[in-house]
Every structure is written in structure tokens, then in C-alpha cells.
């Protein structure tokens, strides 16, 4: 009895199956129960995986938002730099 347990091990899936299992169980078409048995995983965890999906997906358009920026945002410094170096070329001008 020992070894039989020593030699089951836990599954490990990857993030795409999860993803997977969850947006099934989002879209609502089958129960978990039915999912469960599909999918080869416990109802809780797909149960798990569909609440951990509904978390965090504001999170994935957040990034997106906080990551885009204007085309004014990135050009404002370079033509701050732009201007402080012909300053600094007028000014080695006079002095030579």
C-alpha cells in the first residue's frame, strides 16, 4: 500500500491548459462536474482556476493601458535634449 502511494505523483499542467479549462468553465456550456471529467481535473480546481482567471483580468488590460504611450509622452524629452544641446553648441560658439 506504501508504494502505491510513493508512486502516485501530482499533476502538474501548464498555464495554457489552465487558461483553457478556466475560459471553459467561464463560458458556462458545461458544469464543472462535466469539465472535471473532460478535462481530467478535480471540480474545485477547475472551479479554482476559473475564479483565479476572473481576477485577474482586469489586470491583463491594465497593463496595456499603463504600457501604451502617446507619441507627444515619448517625443517631450527628446526635444527637451534637443534643445539643451544646441543651448550648450551656441554657447562653445561665443566662447571660441
Known amino acids: 500500500m506504501e508504494e502505491e502511494l510513493k508512486k502516485a505523483k501530482r499533476k502538474k499542467h501548464g498555464d495554457e ?3 483553457r ?3 471553459d468553465a467561464i463560458h458556462g456550456v458545461k458544469t464543472l462536474g462535466e469539465l472535471s471529467t473532460t478535462h481530467g481535473v478535480h471540480p474545485t480546481v477547475v472551479g479554482q482556476w476559473k475564479r483565479q482567471l476572473m481576477r485577474g ?3 491583463v488590460f491594465a497593463h496595456a493601458v499603463a504600457g501604451s504611450r502617446t507619441e507627444e509622452e515619448m517625443t517631450a524629452p527628446l526635444y527637451e535634449e534637443i534643445g539643451r544641446l544646441k543651448m550648450e553648441v551656441d554657447w562653445l560658439k561665443k566662447k571660441l
Open 57 to 59: 483580468a482586469p489586470s
Open 21 to 23: 479549462v478556466a475560459l
Open 17 to 19: 491548459f489552465k487558461a
